[in-house]
């Protein structure tokens, strides 16, 4: 499955970014969407997951700031994000499995990955 992600750039804090994630020709409606982050000298982060029509997940430093949405008309995944800090700037990373599992936190559980799309939150 091949990712694209976009939507990254630099915004005030405060402001609001929407990232997206397709997956040209190919339908997702069968798999677990999402995203990870990664800062410079850290370590991968989840971010938000979604389940197939089903329910959404985030990390505690994202939940009720981002919200994850799925068109499966359009193969794409969105992630809207409110009330942007500095400390989530970041590479996004869109990621995809087919099954859904427990451990969805965990980077090495997803078989497919974007190509990364930089959020950077700065005055």
């Known amino acids: 499955v091949q990712l694209q992600a976009s939507g990254g750039g630099l915004v005030q804090p405060g402001g609001s970014l929407r990232l997206s994630c397709s997956t040209p020709?190919?339908?997702?409606?069968?798999?677990?969407m999402g995203w990870f982050r990664q800062a410079p000298g850290k370590e991968r982060e989840f971010v938000a997951a979604i389940r197939p029509r089903s329910r959404a997940y985030y990390a505690d430093s994202v939940k009720d700031r981002f919200t994850i949405s799925a068109d499966n008309a359009k193969n794409t995944v969105f992630l809207q994000m409110n009330s942007l800090k500095p400390e989530d700037t970041a590479v996004y990373y869109c990621i995809a499995r087919l099954i859904w599992t427990v451990q969805y936190s965990n980077p090495a559980q997803y078989d497919y990955w974007g190509q990364g799309t930089q959020v950077t939150v700065s005055s």
């Open positions: 020709g190919r339908p997702f409606s069968g798999y677990v």
